[in-house]
């Protein structure tokens, strides 16, 4: 047998600095949002009380951030893009004592291996600002001009000598969708500055100075949460504090994305806290429903190492379960002090449970049922009294191995109770209707729309203003025709509509939302998969609907015809759930026939 050729080993040598300055880079800086934040920080670390941040085409041909910081002494500028070069650290022992929001020591540096920069700056009492431009980490020229006090950093042309890199960035508008969630999540993390967001010359945000935890949560999350939050304050027992706000359960989200944290002024993603938040919350929201909150932690800084990731994003925190504790409590008996908050999903100790009913067809095991017995007869008074005037049952055929089923009447108007030959059965409207048009839009693509004779005004957050901008095709599909109309208000000239139901407005807040982190999370399929998901949840019948049995039968016929019909939503939730008749038998004590 012929041995295998074997390829001579090349020696080690080291890399030249400008390969390892690009290595630097690219574990600093991802993307143009990546830029911003890090630029943002500085400014903040030079005490800016105003903060301007511009793009252009995203942030992938420019990106400026401009502060009324105390600016950078001429003789330093060329020391601020070398790197491991730092005003940040006080001594040896300084990094067991970040009190700034560096510091990796390669933020600017690394900016400045991967682009055309130009850094201006004039610090407090200087006659004039001092510049230098950088191109590809090398100092190409020095300029002195005149400009009010503060730093202005000019980045072009992100990635010019990296392509590999440049080519995984996304469109313009989808570079710009995180741009804007980076600034928000920044001034969420420090209100104390006013944050300008400005691209292609046009404002999309303005958050201005506060020192409010609400009034910030407010203006970066939209206006519904005006009235509908819980302040949240408890020291720390070896010092310091945890503060913010979080949303009461009425008003949640889909995923985990509108959650903030930060810890001594930087904004920062932590597992620990973020559960701990999480499990303040069961009994008040559903397990595919997250909270909504902004938590800020003031901490010694002894207790934290910045340095565990290149972007500072993540950070360790010296017994952080036992803060996640401090946290979990101080959350849930903020709940407790606002009981008004528990209006919907909340669950009592004395409930009527019923034993996990058998699912058609071998779904997953549903919530077991939970009804607070105090509130039933009141319930059903209530939301049943003007839906039983009508006692027609509707009587849905058997079709394609499905069961007849008798619609009997809605409960809670969310349920429907019918009878098959051999049970008892429960239907979630909204998750049948959503399941159809779900099917209708991956099938034709699009929803049917109607025109609104008075056109409807919503107000958009800046993020969702840049999701709508992005997914603009997406919406139209959607069958939502939406227009600036100054400002952050927006119109809406018609509405999705679907078997002559239509769609509410407030319903697109919450889609745009959504499509920004990519669709429903819990449809494991591809973007348009998730995206048709979105769509069908807000353009389906709604959990508190009032609708008719003939209108509920008209969604099962259309469900009976589907050519691959699932007794689950597009999320995985049941639609169907059978009582079967000897399981009712058995609760009675009865023999079985």
Known sequence: MTPPTQRPTPGIRRLDPATIARIAAGEV????????????????????????????????????????GSGIPADELGLAVERHATSKLSGPGGLERIATLGFRGEALASIAAVSRLTLRSRPTGAEA?????????????????????????????????????????????????????????????????????????????????????????????????????????????????????????????????????????????????????????????????????????????????????????????????????????????????????????????????????????????????????????????????????????????????????????PIFSLYWLAASDDALVLVDQHAASERVVYEALRRDGRLARQSLVSPILLTLTARQAAVLSERRAEIGSAGFTVEPFGGDSYRIASLPVYRGRLARADMLPALLDELADGGRPTVPNGLVERTAASIACHAAVRAGDTISAEEMGRILDALYRLPDASYACPHGRPILVRLPRGRLDRWFLRSPE
């Open 129 to 409: 600002a001092h510049g230098i431009r950088v191109e590809g980490g090398h100092i190409e020229g020095e300029f002195i001009e005149g400009a009010p006090p503060g730093t202005t950093v000019d980045v072009a042309d992100l990635f010019f000598n990296t392509p590999a890199r440049r080519k995984f960035l996304h469109a313009p508008a989808a570079e710009q969708v995180e741009v804007t969630g980076a600034v928000g999540a920044l001034y969420l993390a420090h209100p104390g500055a006013t944050l300008v967001l400005e691209s292609e010359g046009r404002e999309v945000a303005r958050y201005p100075r506060t020192s409010s935890a609400s009034d910030a949560a407010v203006r970066v999350l939209g206006a519904e949460l005006v009235g509908q939050m819980v302040e949240v304050e408890v020291p720390i027992p070896d010092g310091g504090r945890i503060s913010g706000v979080v949303g009461r359960p009425a008003i949640s989200r889909g995923t985990s994305r509108s959650v903030f944290f930060s810890v001594n002024g930087r904004s920062v993603a932590s597992r620990v806290l973020a559960q701990a938040l999480r499990r303040a919350f069961d009994d008040y929201l559903p397990r595919t429903r997250y909270p909504v909150g902004v938590i800020a932690v003031e901490i010694d800084p002894a207790r934290i190492d910045v340095n565990v990731h290149p972007t500072k994003r993540e950070i360790r925190i010296t017994r952080e379960r036992e803060l996640g504790e401090i946290l979990r409590a101080a959350v849930r008996s903020a709940l407790q002090r606002a009981p008004q908050a528990v209006d919907r999903g909340a669950r009592s100790s004395r409930s009527l449970r019923l034993d996990p009913p058998e699912l058609q067809s071998g779904g997953p095991t549903p919530p077991t049922l939970s009804v607070p017995l105090a509130a039933l007869p009141i319930a059903i008074a209530r939301r049943q009294e003007h839906l039983l005037a009508d006692r027609t049952p509707r009587l849905v055929g058997a079709a394609g191995g499905h069961p007849r089923l008798l619609l009997l009447a």
């Open 29 to 68: 800086v991802e993307r143009p949002a990546s830029v911003v934040k890090e630029l943002v920080e500085n400014a903040y670390d030079a005490g800016a009380t105003e903060v301007g941040v511009a793009i252009w085409q995203g942030g992938l041909t420019r990106i400026s951030v401009l502060d009324n």
